[in-house]
């Protein structure tokens, strides 16, 4: 059972590593993808700056006076770059002067807007010192912009301004939103696989429980034919060794022999085994009916042969309340538990047996033996398991079996600081 469960944790964890190895693949396409983009845009603006520092009239640009907007000029360069723009489709061009200040912007209302020096963008030193350069895709107000620098020379071919040219760069925004979206996916992916994941476990664990349980009760169908069929072999000369020695013991025993005694005392103890093996191999069949648990309790204490004090103690609110179980079976189960307690808890100390009822009716059956070890804690319950030097190991099983046929479950504390509590619990 725990290689399946491994087998399938490895599946689980591979379904996880496949999901997230693949999302991985997209979002390093997404990234290259945009690159890619970036790369592309940074080359045609590179170009268009060119292109537009070459067709300017550097003579004409000379003489505009930065925020001049009336001469020949200025009107001159505006229009040219504005004609530019609109067919390139363009965010903007822009013509700095060595300081930072505008000479001439397209579209023109950035002309009006307040000058800020420049000079602490590295893309502007660096156009400044002679050489082309973009940007880096920035975010302005949820849209994306690349812009281009490049250096505006002057009559003499020394750099005079800087030329910048900037363009939306609208697929950048899709590529975030697609970005945004593997995002999700991967989360979904891996919530949903994780909740298909528990619920087929939780499906594989009761499959395998299912199996084994089957595997168990038909284990438990052939142990109990081959014990009723032993049982049934025994009995016999049982009573005929009984017979037997009853006549030998008139013949040739005396008062005192102590043989004669021997002899009944281990018969009578093949005879409790034989029925231990024949209340395992029987499935009794279930009557159930309602009644007061004192009632029980009462029929107890009279099939009770024992010297130890057993207390019986009922919740207030069940004392008056009728519950609904089969009488012999939840009789038979109790005594079985309390003969286990009496036979392991020490002279004078008391057992304590309470009754409880929520939606369930609860039974604690509680010692004061030695406890039970948590190594064999859950082996109590199995058919032929003991510790004792004389035990069937079959009152804890036939006590589980019985439990169990009447739809309930006993649960076993064996660490408690007092000894071993035993829970029974009957639905109602």
Do not use: C
Not at 90 to 112: H, M, R, Y
Not at 262 to 275: H, N, W
Request: net charge neutral; proline share 3%; charged share 20%.
């Amino acid at each position: 059972m725990k290689t399946s469960e491994r087998k399938y944790t490895v599946f689980f964890w591979l379904g996880i590593i496949i999901i997230l190895a693949l999302n991985l693949l997209l979002w390093l396409y997404v990234n290259q993808v945009e690159d890619r983009f970036a790369n592309e845009l940074k080359v045609r603006l590179i170009s268009s700056n060119r292109y537009i520092g070459r067709i300017i009239d550097n003579e004409l640009l000379n003489r505009i006076i930065p925020g001049e907007r009336n001469s020949l000029e200025y009107i001159s360069i505006q229009q040219q770059i504005e004609t530019i723009r609109r067919q390139d489709t363009l965010q903007s061009i822009l013509l700095l002067s060595a300081d930072g200040s505008i000479l001439v912007s397209s579209p023109e209302l950035l002309s009006i807007q307040k000058e800020v020096s420049r000079r602490t963008n590295s893309n502007f030193i660096t156009a400044l010192n002679g050489r082309f350069n973009a940007s880096d895709p920035e975010q302005i107000n949820e849209s994306w912009y690349m812009s281009a620098y490049g250096p505006i020379l002057d009559l003499d071919g020394f750099v005079a301004g800087v030329l910048i040219v900037e363009a939306k760069a609208a697929y950048f925004s899709t590529l975030d939103q697609l970005r945004n979206s593997l995002i999700i996916f991967s989360i979904i992916n891996i919530i949903v696989i994780s909740a298909i994941a528990v619920f087929l476990f939780r499906q594989i664990n009761k499959s395998l429980q299912y199996s084994v349980t089957l595997r168990d009760q038909e284990h438990l169908v052939q142990l109990g034919t081959m014990a009723a069929s032993v049982a049934h072999e025994i009995r016999n000369p049982l009573g005929i060794i009984s017979g037997s020695n009853e006549l030998i013991k008139k013949k040739y025993g005396k008062n005192n022999d102590e043989i004669f005694n021997f002899i009944p005392a281990e018969i009578a103890r093949l005879s409790q085994l034989i029925e231990n093996f024949l209340a395992f191999s029987r499935t009794p069949k279930i009557q159930k009916t309602e009644f007061l648990i004192s009632t029980l309790f009462e029929r107890i204490k009279i099939g009770l042969v024992t010297q130890t004090v057993i207390d019986f103690a009922t919740a207030p609110k069940l004392s008056k309340d009728k519950i609904f179980a089969d009488f012999n079976i939840l009789e038979q189960a109790i005594l079985n538990v309390l003969q286990n307690a009496i036979e392991v808890s020490p002279v004078n100390e008391r057992i304590t047996v309470k009754a409880s009822k929520s939606r369930n009716l609860i039974i604690e059956i509680s010692d004061h033996g030695p406890g039970i070890d948590k190594s064999i804690l859950k082996d109590v319950f199995q058919p032929f398991f003991t510790t004792k030097e004389k035990g069937t190991g079959l009152g804890l099983a036939i006590t589980k079996r019985l439990v169990e046929l009447s739809g309930g479950n006993i649960d076993v504390k064996g660490n408690t600081p007092n000894g071993t509590v035993f829970i029974l619990t009957i639905p109602q």
